[in-house]
């Protein structure tokens, strides 16, 4: 018998949301709160701050704490986020946490690193590996792009099966406080794929805008990235993952979403138009 299976009452104990002001930090911890589940915000602005380059503060943000959302800024494939993680999860096993959810990146083997850290740690764990977030384009980094009506990115026509952030919440929050997920690998995609040209076309039906997909060479676009002024990680992140990241190798659906909430992800189509709803493409010029 799967004694997992017997009730369905959410796990009692504190939870850490790191990134807790993130794109998916904040919506998981506001799922936590409205289940009424007991949740540390983990951010540099929280009390006790959390700070991925400075461990002060660390083991205060873990005291108590029964599970922990793991999310690292700006991405795992960075250099140095393997050390950073090994050193939280030190940390969680000596304070006795029970279950570590780690936010992962489709297709990067610097991500799949720190999985293996976070498998090997003695802690239950959860991996929850997404594909890029529908959000990237509503409150990202290409937000400005939509509202001039020229997504201006490296050419590149390899479809991506976007994901949403909400889809990923639920899916975290599931796994920090239902039974059942223990030792699961959730590879989150949406349901089709789309290439960023198509992505124009879906903003463009959404918005009533004429919102057009401006390919440029792979070295002009970074190039540009840094003259706006960009830190140096976003900048090394933004290539990394268009050369990279975006080679094909993640043209392929998942069933995580699926597996792990009953459910079909949310649509891309479905997540503009919620988003032109919500008014934040409303200084579309």
């Not at 660390?58 to 700006?74: F, H, K, M, Q, T």
């Not at 406080?177 to 349901?191: D, Q, R, S």
């Not at 190798?249 to 792990?260: C, E, F, K, P, Y």
Request: glycine letters at 8%; one cysteine or more.
């Amino acid at each position: 018998m799967n004694l997992n299976s017997i009730t369905n009452a959410p796990q009692e104990g504190l939870v850490l949301v790191l990134g807790g002001t993130g794109k998916t930090g904040r919506r998981i911890a506001a799922l936590l709160e409205a289940r009424g589940i007991p949740t540390r915000i983990g951010s540099r602005s929280a009390v006790p701050g959390f700070d991925w380059s400075n461990e002060a503060n660390w083991d205060e943000c873990l005291d108590g704490v029964r599970a922990a959302y793991i999310s690292y800024s700006p991405d795992l494939a960075m250099p140095g986020a393997s050390d950073s993680i090994r050193a939280f999860v030190d940390k969680a096993h000596r304070h006795d946490v029970e279950h570590l959810v780690l936010l992962s990146g489709r297709g990067e083997e610097e991500a799949q690193v720190c999985e293996r850290i976070v498998q090997d740690s003695g802690i239950n764990w959860t991996i929850v590996r997404a594909s890029w977030f529908n959000q990237n384009f509503s409150e990202g980094a290409f937000l400005e792009m939509v509202q001039s009506r020229q997504i201006t990115l490296p050419d590149v026509d390899t479809p991506e099966p976007y994901v949403d952030a909400d889809d990923i919440a639920e899916v975290a929050v599931a796994a920090l406080i239902e039974p059942g997920h223990v030792g699961e690998i959730y590879e989150v995609t949406g349901p089709r794929m789309l290439t960023l040209s198509e992505i124009a076309a879906e903003l463009s039906r959404a918005t009533g805008e004429d919102i057009a997909y401006v390919p440029v060479p792979h070295d002009a676009f970074i190039a540009g990235v840094a003259e706006t002024g960009a830190p140096d990680d976003v900048v090394w992140m933004l290539d990394y993952l268009f050369s990279t990241v975006m080679d094909g190798r993640n043209s392929h659906l998942t069933d995580g979403v699926q597996r792990a909430l009953g459910r079909p992800p949310r649509d891309f189509a479905d997540f503009a138009r919620a988003s032109v709803a919500s008014g934040v493409w409303r200084n579309v010029a």
